[in-house]
């Protein structure tokens, strides 16, 4: 038995064109597995083949080609199996309008075949704050409500797996902290998580293993521990008070002179202080008329991923 709760060997997509538009390579033989247990994060930009690899995860979206294991199951050998082992909360909200939250959480247990005996709804209703929207019909909802009861619907069947895509995207700060609670809750009560996201702060706060996609390819796959410590790189732009004769040397300081004057410290938070960084540029004579940092942002870290292979 594999103790992964997803594995993903070659898995590729491709869209064929639409109206004489280009195919889309939206995946590109992508190996990658997921550990039971986890909080795993999928991260990429806009665009990156994130909500293709969920769907096709979701039994959504059809791959071109690859395997597809989910909690041990063979997607295409074992569809029911590896459909029951996950729910899904989709990145679109796709309610439909006249079924009310408890209605919407009966159909959902009943097209998996939950008996209705197993069924939870009430308890699934008050995890996500929606008990006194139970009977309301789901079009008078507000957006984050319904975001809310897709998170319900898609633990009707109790997934090993849950897949969140982009839960968070666009909603206010209350309705993230209750998504992030519960998304902790269930974890600790041994599901194992995935979600994708554009924001590296949530992926920070969240997820014990982070994978980057960009392009269709995974371009790193990390524990987010690690992935942080390649994540300090820092620069600091001194700008001289008159042209500069001796670069900055120093450990763990990469200086560069820019072609407009002014000097470039790379270094990592993690192992060099500014203050190292200032006193290295005051020992080589530099005068500094101003200066400014620059932090690693997301941006950053997919073109340094992206550009070094
Ligand atoms: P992400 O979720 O990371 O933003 P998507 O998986 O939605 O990325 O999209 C990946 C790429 O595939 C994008 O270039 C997108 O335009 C394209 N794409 C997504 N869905 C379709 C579709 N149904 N038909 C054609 N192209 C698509
Ligand atoms: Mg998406």
Redesign the pocket.
Known sequence: MTQDAIRLTGLSKT????RG?PE?H?LKNVDLTVPRGSVFGLL????????????ILAGL?LKTAGKVDIWGFDQDTNPRQSRAAIGVMP?ELNLDPFFTPRGALEVQAGLYGVPKSERRSDEILAMIGLEDKAEAYARTLSGGMQRRLLLGKALVHRPNILVL??PTAGVDIELRQMLWTNIRKLNEQGMTIIL?THYLEEAEEMCDEIAI?NQ?EVVVRDSTANLLGRLDAKAMVVHPDSPVSALPDAEGIAAELRGDGAVVLRYHTNSTSAEQVLAAVRSAGITIRDVKTEEADLEDVFLSLTSSR
Do not use: L
């Open positions: 869209y064929r064109g639409k538009q889309k939206a990429g930009p806009n665009g990156a083949g994130k909500s293709t690899m969920i769907n979206v990145q895509d982009e994708t996609i269709g």
